[in-house]
């Protein structure tokens, strides 16, 4: 079965840090480009980030600059948000998607994109 799931998600406090993975099975990762998106309550899914194939350069979105990073480990078939400095409003439901036409526009494409079940990371003292 190919899929991805997301997991590392809970409850943190404001001003911690989660790591959340994306792991793929039944395929390889190798060659795609993975994007990291989230939605809160009430709200459209946005994008968080995107990490390429190629050079495993990452993009990400003004609210995630500075305090996520995304990174690839190819050998275990898995891509990893960092996420520290989190914020209440990072409180959402955090999904990966893939993607073979890169990370350029990555977030254009959100309605093409297949989805996990996702994990939920609140933020909250």
């Known amino acids: 079965q190919v899929q991805l799931v997301e997991s590392g998600g809970g409850l943190v406090q404001p001003g911690g840090s989660l790591r959340l993975s994306c792991a793929a099975s039944?395929?390889?990762?190798?060659?795609?480009?993975i994007g990291w998106f989230r939605q809160a309550p009430g709200k459209e899914r946005e994008g968080v980030g995107c990490i390429s194939s190629s050079d495993g350069s990452a993009v990400y979105a003004d609210s995630a600059k500075g305090r996520f990073t995304i990174s690839r480990d190819n050998a275990k078939n898995t891509v990893y948000l960092q996420m520290n400095s989190l914020k209440p409003e990072d409180t959402a439901v955090y999904y990966c998607?893939?993607?073979?036409?890169?990370?350029?526009?990555?977030?254009?494409?959100?309605?093409?994109?297949?989805w996990g079940q996702g994990t939920q990371v609140t933020v909250s003292s």
């Open positions: 039944g395929f390889t990762l190798d060659y795609y480009a």
């Open positions: 998607a893939a993607d073979l036409v890169g990370c350029g526009d990555y977030v254009e494409r959100i309605g093409l994109y297949s």
